[in-house]
């Protein structure tokens, strides 16, 4: 079955790290754009980051851009979000899916062009 799967979620203080990982299943890095996605109870799904299969640019919300690193290891076929001076507002279930349109990321990360979502992974913020 064609899927990704996320691990690597948990609690922490305000400040702390987390580094999340999406393993790829079914289908290969170096094909589809991997998006990082987060949402909380009632509200719409966001994107957080984006790595390109074809050249591995990256794309970032601003709400994380400066504190959250996205990277890939082609070997282990897994993308992996690295979180750091998370903050209570980054609280959220996060998803990883793969971009079936594209390879290069755009700017603006479109919902509707991600499939193959994971389970999800809990983070929770808080002190």
């Known amino acids: 079955q064609v899927q990704a799967v996320e691990s690597g979620g948990g609690s922490v203080q305000p400040g702390g790290s987390l580094r999340l990982s999406c393993a790829a299943s079914?289908?290969?890095?170096?094909?589809?754009?991997i998006g990082w996605f987060r949402q909380v109870p009632g509200k719409e799904r966001e994107g957080v980051s984006c790595?390109?299969?074809?050249?591995?640019?990256?794309v970032y919300a601003d709400s994380v851009k400066g504190r959250f690193t996205i990277s890939r290891d082609i070997a282990k076929n897994t993308v992996y979000l690295q979180m750091n001076s998370l903050k209570p507002e980054d609280t959220a279930v996060y998803y990883c899916?793969?971009?079936?349109?594209?390879?290069?990321?755009?700017?603006?990360?479109?919902?509707?062009?991600?499939?193959?979502w994971g389970q999800g992974t809990q983070v929770t913020v808080s002190s």
């Open positions: 079914g289908f290969t890095l170096d094909y589809y754009a």
């Open positions: 899916a793969a971009n079936l349109m594209r390879r290069l990321c755009e700017r603006s990360m479109r919902l509707y062009e991600y499939d193959y």
């Open positions: 790595i390109s299969s074809s050249d591995g640019s990256t």
